[in-house]
């Protein structure tokens, strides 16, 4: 069991925005798991944790690049974190993130894979090196993602870019598409889901893509609030499955309700396109990276105070 100190408090109370005494209770509960504390204020209505747990802000920047291959296209995005954002707004950064974004167009596989690949006579890795050496600053090629259609379109969108640089930002969104008919069509639809999978941070694109462990982790939360309300199994049964139905309707890709036209979801959008074009499409895949997402940054500490006020130690 690990001992509730004043950190462990803090670090709880950023993650779900819920009051200091009640993270203490929950991480009481819970032996001090931060996740199943996180579960147990969840289940007691007490969080909105779901929503805010990866909201972790880190710096640096999202470069995305594409181009077409004949009937086709290939896309990739990028993440190259730094400490600072002053660092993001260097040009030398922004240029090598632009770079190494479009070097990522040829290579298939993940982020080592990226690392290891040919560039300017040395390797992404050793180019991400030379930048710290030059800039004086920590730095990271994190993540990465491609996809490769023909025929097909992949639709790109950047949020919160750059002014005058399209292609950098915090959040890179790409969105894969397959099928005949007109690439610029395809590309247009591509480009309006992935701003809507800007908004929205899907966690699949179908229901049978999702991890069933996080299905089964909203299935014990919504059994644990149904039993709490006191209604018979059978209704509290029927509760949890009307619950995971709308799970997925917040999750799914497809399933989601169009941000800019909420009465179709995205399967129907596509479904709209295809007759459109008069031939079958589909979405393939997609990829969203929003900067810093999940990167715990250093932080001024305020462990005293909590202490103070929870009696927890430190």
């Not at 993001?88 to 990226?114: C, H, M, T, W, Y």
């Not at 025929?151 to 397959?178: F, K, S, T």
């Not at 949890?240 to 399967?267: C, H, M, N, S, W």
Request: proline share 3%; hydrophobic share 45%.
């Amino acid at each position: 069991m690990a001992e509730v100190t004043a950190t462990l408090v803090k670090a709880l109370r950023e993650k779900s925005g819920v009051g200091m005494m009640d993270c203490k209770k929950a991480l009481q509960e819970t032996g001090g798991d931060m996740e199943a504390a996180i579960d147990w204020l969840r289940a007691k209505g007490l969080s909105k944790a779901a929503k805010k747990a990866d909201r972790i802000a880190a710096e640096g920047i999202v470069a995305v690049a594409s181009r077409v291959d004949g009937r086709g296209m290939t896309a990739a995005v990028i993440e190259l974190n730094a400490e600072t954002d002053f660092v993001a707004r260097n040009e030398g950064f922004q240029a090598a993130a632009r770079s190494i974004a479009k070097a990522a167009l040829d290579v298939q596989g993940d982020v080592e894979a990226l690392r290891a690949a040919p560039f300017e006579g040395a390797t992404v890795g050793d180019a991400v090196t030379h930048l710290v050496a030059t800039i004086g600053e920590n730095m990271v090629l994190r993540r990465s993602a491609r996809f490769s259609v023909s025929p097909g379109a992949i639709g790109v969108y950047v949020h919160g870019a750059l002014a005058g640089a399209p292609d950098l930002g915090r959040i890179g969104v790409l969105v894969a598409i397959e099928g005949e008919g007109d690439q610029e069509t395809l590309r247009e639809l591509g480009r309006n889901i992935a701003l809507h999978a800007a908004a929205t941070a899907p966690l699949s694109l179908s229901v049978e893509d999702l991890d069933p462990a996080a299905v089964e982790r909203e299935r014990a939360i919504f059994t644990e609030q149904s039993i709490a309300s006191g209604k018979p199994p059978s209704v509290a049964e029927k509760m949890v499955e009307g619950r995971i139905r709308k799970f997925y309707e917040e999750a799914v890709l497809l399933k989601q309700a169009y941000v800019r036209d909420p009465a179709i979801t995205i399967e129907g959008l596509v479904a709209q396109t295809a007759k459109q074009l008069g031939s079958p499409i589909k979405v393939i895949g997609f990829a969203r990276i929003a900067l810093g997402e999940g990167v715990e940054k250093e932080s001024s500490d305020f462990a005293a105070d909590v202490a103070a006020m929870t009696g927890a130690t430190t």
